[in-house]
């Protein structure tokens, strides 16, 4: 017998959970399902960001960062240590503990706002009346109907054509947060967010680590100032990055992994590594999902077609997050997850893209809101910049981390901030300050004349501020 509800949701990571809970909290009778199972089988709610992404990532940038200080900085501070060693193992252990309470702090969300979840896989059978009759097959067989559908089942890693992902030797960003001890040798494809960050958590371990990027730039997406910066960065710190390369074949044993390449000169060159880590974009997950069945519309990636609201080819079903076009982002998914549920109570659910913030949790950290320096020149908007760089901010001092800059970006006109991009200690807090200060349409001179706390890392934002007006106060 079927079981009816308002809204059913498709996924539990970032858009699905966060929307089942705002539509339940605006009074709807909510399902949410999901596939996702942890090491004994169990439930494991919160998608790619909680299982193998976002959230086990940070967990291993930590411990890393912890690692390397002690290994490299803590004797600056006074700090002697002796016998300094590093278990893997129990490092992984700390990571799937924080999985864990992820994990279970979505399903106690659940319950605390009643939402029913469902273990297993989610697909469309047929529309009837009303609405949409769903199937759930695997740990929780169930049919279930809805008035209203959002499916919201995330993405998976992109594999080089013809070299499966094994996560044993060839790696996606799953089997990269998985490797039981840390390589000699490690090798990346791809320069993105992904990549760069699991190289970072395996150089500090000691790890020999290469990159690999087809594209002829750094960090393209990133403002070319910016990008510049954090690349003398990684340099000074024994990350190898070959940009401009042709990846050919690769092969794969008990020993290792053999790349064949072209670099940029045109030259064949041959990388040998204990493991391998593809990092070359994601692909959007709707395999499974019984699209078909309904005449629900795909484009040619895959990705489900919706409209600026979300809306797609069908009455009562939206998408959100990864599935559909724009930022593949966690917190991009979850503000479409909550415009989506308030949507569909007739309110008026927003979200700005030029808002949505990007962060690297590399080190240094690279975050940025807003329009590059690039795109506006190509834009053709008159604009006005102002730097302030770390090295001359107090409490990076302090900290002993004064590498990176802070960037401001405004109308040559209005002053209005157009974009605003750090790279340096804690950027992935500092830019909250830019984005609430753009979605407020505050000007460079609004920052500038904001009292900011000393000593302080915001600091910079407000001397970037100053900077823009051609005034920094301390440098």
Request: hydrophobic letters at 40%; one cysteine or more; glycine letters at 12%.
């Amino acid at each position: 017998m079927s079981k009816n509800f308002d809204v059913i949701v498709i996924g539990a990571g970032p858009g699905g959970y966060i929307a089942a809970i705002r539509a339940a909290q605006l009074g709807f009778s909510v399902a949410c399902i999901d596939e996702w199972k942890n090491a004994a089988g169990g439930p494991a709610p919160g998608g790619t960001c909680t299982n193998v992404g976002c959230i086990p990532s940070k967990a291993l940038l930590q411990s890393s960062e912890h690692y390397e200080h002690a290994n490299k900085h803590f004797a600056d501070h006074g700090i002697s240590v002796s016998g300094l060693k590093m278990d893997s193992a129990k490092m992984i252990a700390r990571k799937d503990a924080v999985v864990k309470q992820n994990n279970d702090g979505i399903l106690y969300l659940f319950k605390k706002n009643k939402v029913s979840f469902f273990h297993g896989r989610g697909s469309f059978v047929k529309p009837v009346e009303g609405g949409y009759e769903l199937a759930v097959t695997g740990a929780q067989a169930e049919t279930l109907t809805g008035k209203q559908i959002i499916v919201a089942t995330g993405s998976s890693a992109r594999a080089l054509p013809g070299v499966p992902f094994d996560e044993e030797n060839v790696l996606s960003n799953d089997g990269a947060l998985r490797i039981g001890g840390v390589p000699k040798k490690l090798g990346l494809i791809g320069s993105g967010v992904i990549g760069l960050e699991m190289g970072s958590v395996w150089r500090r371990l000691g790890a020999e680590v290469t990159v690999l990027e087809a594209m002829p730039t750094f960090l393209g997406a990133v403002d070319e100032q910016i990008a510049k910066e954090a690349r003398k960065a990684f340099d000074k710190q024994g990350l190898k990055v070959e940009l401009g390369v042709k990846v050919g074949e690769i092969k794969s044993d008990k020993k290792g992994v053999s790349v064949a390449y072209t670099n940029a000169k045109g030259e064949a060159q041959a990388l040998e590594v204990d493991k391998l880590i593809v990092s070359i974009g994601r692909v959007p997950n709707t395999t499974g999902l019984n699209a078909e069945a309904v005449g629900l519309k795909l484009d040619d990636r895959g990705a489900i077609v919706v409209d600026d609201e979300c809306r797609t080819s069908l009455p009562g079903v939206w998408a959100v997050g990864d599935v559909v076009r724009g930022p593949m982002l966690a917190h991009k998914a979850e503000e479409e997850g909550v415009a989506v549920a308030e949507r569909i109570a007739g309110q008026h659910g927003h979200v700005d893209f030029n808002l949505v913030p990007w962060v690297i949790y590399t080190s240094p950290e690279i975050a940025w809101v807003g329009k590059t320096e690039q795109q506006l020149k190509a834009d053709g908007v008159k604009y006005k910049a102002g730097t302030f760089p770390f090295l001359a901010n107090g409490r990076a001092r302090a900290l002993g981390d004064t590498t990176g800059m802070v960037k401001m970006l405004a109308d040559a006109a209005t002053d209005e901030i157009l974009g605003v991009h750090v790279v340096g200690p804690m950027a992935s807090e500092l830019i909250a300050e830019a984005c609430v200060a753009m979605a407020f349409r505050a000007s460079s001179e609004d920052i500038a004349r904001i009292c900011h706390a000393h000593p302080s890392l915001s600091e910079s934002t407000k001397e970037a501020a100053l900077a823009v007006d051609k005034r920094t106060l301390n440098f």
